[in-house]
């Protein structure tokens, strides 16, 4: 069983811009404001683990999953009988880059944990999507002036 409730977004950050935000332990508690910090290696490889702590919550143990640079990144948490996935995925369109983050819960117990864990990060994935870009847009300006 599967349960998955994604986000999309359009922009024109670049792949990079997104990447660095990705994958910068720096950056997703500035992206995610139910987040309070998040810890993992940089850069980050398939296999490593890291630690994020959102708040009022104990801290999560996670797995990147996938990793693949400008295309698309993923973690694991495991919960009881389920796991906790969040993909990501970019892609150029003709529109502009278009940003997904989604949320997946998999497992004899998602049908459970869905509603009960997925459902309050599915509600933050559209203000967590569009921080992640307009941070970019914010990077890549920075990064263009010299600071």
């Given at each position: 069983?599967?349960?998955?409730?994604?986000?999309?977004?359009?922009?024109?950050?670049?792949a990079?811009?997104?990447?660095?935000?990705?994958?910068?332990?720096?950056?997703w508690?500035?992206?995610?404001?139910?987040?309070?910090?998040?810890?993992?290696?940089?850069?980050?490889r398939?296999?490593?683990?890291g630690?994020?702590?959102?708040?009022?919550?104990?801290?999560?143990?996670?797995?990147?999953?996938?990793?693949?640079?400008?295309?698309a990144?993923?973690?694991?948490?495991?919960?009881?009988?389920?796991?906790?996935?969040?993909?990501?995925?970019?892609?150029?369109?003709?529109?502009?880059?278009?940003?997904?983050?989604?949320?997946?819960?998999?497992?004899?117990?998602?049908?459970?944990?869905?509603?009960?864990?997925?459902?309050?990060?599915?509600?933050?994935?559209?203000?967590?999507?569009?921080?992640?870009?307009?941070?970019?847009?914010?990077?890549?300006?920075?990064?263009?002036?010299?600071?």
């Amino acid at each position: 069983m599967t349960w998955r409730r994604e986000y999309t977004h359009l922009t024109t950050a670049t792949a990079d811009a997104v990447w660095k935000r990705w994958t910068t332990p720096e950056d997703w508690a500035v992206d995610d404001p139910d987040l309070r910090e998040a810890t993992f290696s940089v850069p980050p490889r398939v296999g490593d683990s890291g630690r994020v702590v959102n708040h009022g919550t104990p801290a999560q143990r996670f797995t990147f999953t996938e990793l693949q640079p400008g295309g698309a990144m993923n973690f694991r948490i495991g919960l009881p009988g389920a796991v906790l996935s969040f993909p990501h995925r970019m892609r150029q369109t003709p529109n502009g880059l278009s940003v997904t983050h989604a949320v997946e819960v998999s497992g004899p117990l998602a049908l459970v944990f869905g509603p009960l864990v997925g459902r309050k990060i599915a509600a933050g994935l559209p203000a967590v999507v569009r921080l992640v870009t307009t941070n970019a847009l914010a990077d890549m300006a920075a990064d263009a002036r010299g600071e």
